[in-house]
């Protein structure tokens, strides 16, 4: 099983990135895909799930500027980000999980500074 995450990178306050998650060797349709968060001394957080049936969740922190969609015909979860913040700062992880199966990527990171 890999999860690769990719399109983090260094962006200026108030802009945009979309990440992306490219699964194999599951059957993609059938799990939820999250992406979770992470800064240096503090415990990986939820940023959002989208659901097999495409229902999506975000935390407090994101809402109305985060986007999670899917593309199973890809097998591809993306994290659309806009008006980006400095405390958005941190080492994106995607998940998949089909309880009990539960993967993880290696994680992206994504700065946002002036």
């Known amino acids: 099983v890999q999860l690769v995450e990719s399109g983090g990178g260094l962006v200026q306050p108030g802009g945009s990135l979309r990440l992306s998650c490219a699964a194999s060797?599951?059957?993609?349709?059938?799990?939820?895909m999250g992406w979770y968060r992470q800064v240096p001394g503090k415990a990986r957080e939820l940023v959002g799930t989208?659901?097999?049936?495409?229902?999506?969740n975000y935390a407090d922190s994101v809402k109305g500027r985060f986007t999670i969609s899917r593309d199973n015909a890809k097998n591809t979860v993306y994290l659309q980000m806009n008006s980006l913040k400095p405390e958005d700062t941190a080492v994106y992880y995607c998940n998949a999980r089909a309880r009990p199966l539960d993967y993880w990527g290696q994680g992206t990171q994504v700065t946002v500074s002036s």
């Open positions: 060797g599951i059957i993609f349709s059938i799990y939820a």
């Open positions: 989208v659901s097999n049936f495409g229902s999506t």
